[in-house]
């Protein structure tokens, strides 16, 4: 069984930054691919980022491209979401998530078997 748990949420302004982490358990930590997804007051949740196994390959959501980066540090077993130019709607729970089924990621919920508790993320005006 993995543990995530993320932590580095909070209130921050409008153009702030903040970075978020995601602390995992497992021992095979080096081969998952990870995502992060958020879900805002009244939507589904939905993909953010995610990266390989290795860090070698990310994909982001169009609403963060250019402005949050995935990373990872496999000596650690943490990922990391760093968030720029923040913007009211980014206002959500960030979920991290990890996926020993696939270790290139996805952007689908489904390919990935464990789930953090969240970490809430408000962005004001």
């Known amino acids: 069984q993995v543990q995530l748990v993320e932590s580095g949420g909070g209130l921050v302004q409008a153009g702030g930054s903040l970075r978020l982490s995601c602390a995992a358990s497992?021992?095979?930590?080096?081969?998952?691919?990870m995502g992060w997804f958020r879900q805002a007051p009244g939507k589904e949740r939905e993909f953010v980022a995610r990266?390989?196994?290795?860090?070698?390959?990310?994909d982001y959501a169009d609403s963060v491209k250019g402005r949050f980066t995935i990373s990872r540090d496999n000596a650690k077993n943490t990922v990391y979401l760093q968030m720029n130019s923040l913007k009211p709607e980014d206002t959500a729970v960030y979920y991290c998530?990890?996926?020993?089924?696939?270790?290139?990621?996805?952007?689908?919920?489904?390919?990935?078997?464990?789930w953090g508790q969240g970490t809430q993320v408000t962005v004001s005006s």
């Open positions: 998530a990890a996926s020993s089924l696939d270790s290139y990621g996805s952007r689908s919920q489904q390919a990935y078997n464990y």
């Open positions: 990266i390989n196994w290795s860090g070698g390959n990310t």
């Open positions: 497992a021992r095979t930590f080096s081969t998952y691919a």
